[in-house]
C-alpha cells in the first residue's frame, strides 16, 4: 500500500503542476472571448491545433521512451543524452525549414501574416527542448521544481497577456511616444497575434529555467539506444497523433465545412470540457512514472485494477458535476453571450475525454 500512497502523493503535486496551469489557460478564455471576435476565436484555435500536431511530430514518442529506458538501462546518462540528441535535432531541422518554408505555408495554413507561422515554429521548437529536462525531474522524484517551473511557465503567459490585451490599450495613447519605439502604433488593437506572442515569451523563458538540467547533460551518445528509444518511440508518436486527431481535427473541419464564426463559438464551448482533461491530466502526470516504475512487481496488476476503478468512479462524478452546472461555469468563463450557444455540446466532450482516459489506463501494456 506505501506504494499507492506514493502514486497518489506524486499524482497531486504533478496534478498541480499540470491542472493549474490549463486551469488558467482555462481563465484566459474569458479574456479572449471578451476580446475577439468568433472568427478571430476561430484563428487561435486553429493556431493551436497546428502546434498540437507539430508538437507530436517532433517529439516522436521519446518522452515515454526515454521513461522506460531510463528504469531499465544501468547508464542513466547515455539515456539522456541519447534522447535529448534525438530532439534536438529534430528540432533544429525543423527551425531550419520552417523558418525558410515559412512564407510558402502561411497560405496554406490560413493565416494572413508569416509572423504567425514563425512564432508557431518558434514555440513548437523550444516546446520540444523542454520535454526531456521536464521528463528527467519526473523520473528522478523533484516534483517540487518541475510544478515551479510549470507555475512560473503559465504566470508569465497568463501576465503577458494581459498586458496585451487588455492594459496595452489604454496605455498606448497615454504613452504613444514611449511604446512607438517598440513599433507599437497609436490605433493598437489586440489580436490573435499578441496571444500566441505571449506564448512565445513563456516557452522562451520556461526553457531558461530548465537550463540547469541542460547544462548537466554528460554527452554520451549510444546509436544502438538511440535505435532503440526511436523504435519504442514511434507507435507511441501513431497513438499520438491519433489522439491529436481525436482532439483537433474538429476544429479544422468547422471552419471549412461550415464557417469560422462557428467554429468560434464551438472552439470556445469546447473549453468547458477541459474541467474532465485537468482531472485526467493530473492522473496521468502521477501514473506514467508509477506504471513503469512498478510494471514488474508481482503485484502489479491488481494495483493496476484498484486505480483504474478509482479512476472510472471520480471521472463520472466529474462530469456530472460539469454538465449540473454548466450554466454557472459558463458565466464564469465565457464572457461575451455570443458563444452561448454552443453549450449543448459540453456533456458530449466530457463523457468523449473519459473514455479517451480510460484508454489511456488500458494501454499501459505497452
Not at 267 to 284: D, E, H, P
Not at 289 to 299: E, S, W
Not at 327 to 332: I, R
Amino acid at each position: 500500500m506505501s506504494a499507492l500512497k506514493s502514486f497518489f502523493k506524486d499524482t497531486v503535486v504533478y496534478g498541480i503542476a499540470a491542472v493549474l496551469p490549463r486551469f488558467i489557460n482555462l481563465a484566459l478564455v474569458a479574456v479572449f472571448t471578451s476580446v475577439l471576435g468568433k472568427a478571430d476565436f476561430s484563428d487561435q484555435t486553429t493556431w493551436y491545433v497546428y502546434a498540437a500536431f507539430i508538437n507530436v511530430f517532433l517529439t516522436m514518442g521519446i518522452e515515454t521512451a526515454f521513461f522506460r529506458y531510463y528504469t531499465s538501462e544501468q547508464d542513466k546518462g547515455k539515456v539522456i543524452s541519447s534522447a535529448f540528441a534525438i530532439l534536438l535535432a529534430t528540432s533544429l531541422l525543423f527551425l531550419i525549414f520552417g523558418w525558410i518554408l515559412a512564407g510558402y505555408a502561411t497560405e496554406s495554413l490560413g493565416f494572413k501574416d508569416a509572423l504567425f507561422v514563425k512564432i508557431l515554429v518558434w514555440i513548437t521548437v523550444l516546446d520540444t527542448l523542454a520535454v526531456i529536462p521536464f521528463a528527467y525531474l519526473r523520473v528522478t522524484g523533484r516534483p517540487i521544481r518541475f510544478m515551479l517551473i510549470k507555475l512560473t511557465n503559465i504566470t508569465v503567459l497568463f501576465i503577458v497577456t494581459l498586458f496585451l490585451l487588455l492594459m496595452l490599450p489604454d496605455l498606448t495613447p497615454k504613452y504613444i511616444d514611449i511604446f512607438r519605439i517598440f513599433g507599437i502604433k497609436s490605433d493598437y488593437k489586440p489580436g490573435v497575434i499578441h496571444i500566441i506572442s505571449a506564448n512565445l515569451v513563456s516557452s522562451l523563458i520556461t526553457l531558461l529555467f530548465l537550463f540547469p538540467e541542460m547544462i548537466k547533460i554528460k554527452w554520451s551518445i549510444d546509436k544502438t539506444l538511440i535505435k532503440k528509444l526511436l523504435q519504442y518511440g514511434w507507435p507511441i508518436m501513431i497513438g499520438g497523433i491519433a489522439y491529436a486527431i481525436n482532439e483537433n481535427m474538429d476544429k479544422l473541419l468547422i471552419q471549412h465545412l461550415i464557417d469560422k464564426d462557428s467554429n468560434g463559438v464551438y472552439a470556445a464551448c469546447y473549453k468547458l470540457g477541459v474541467f474532465m482533461s485537468l482531472y485526467i491530466t493530473a492522473f496521468r502526470m502521477g501514473a506514467e512514472p508509477f506504471f513503469f516504475n512498478h510494471a514488474h512487481t508481482d503485484d502489479a496488476k491488481k494495483k493496476y485494477s484498484i486505480i483504474m476503478t478509482w479512476f472510472v468512479i471520480f471521472g463520472c462524478f466529474s462530469m456530472l458535476f460539469v454538465t449540473v452546472f454548466i450554466d454557472l461555469l459558463a458565466g464564469l468563463f465565457i464572457r461575451n453571450p455570443i458563444y452561448l450557444e454552443g453549450l449543448f455540446i459540453v456533456p458530449v466532450i466530457l463523457l468523449a475525454n473519459l473514455f479517451s482516459g480510460i484508454y489511456n489506463n488500458l494501454a499501459i501494456w505497452y
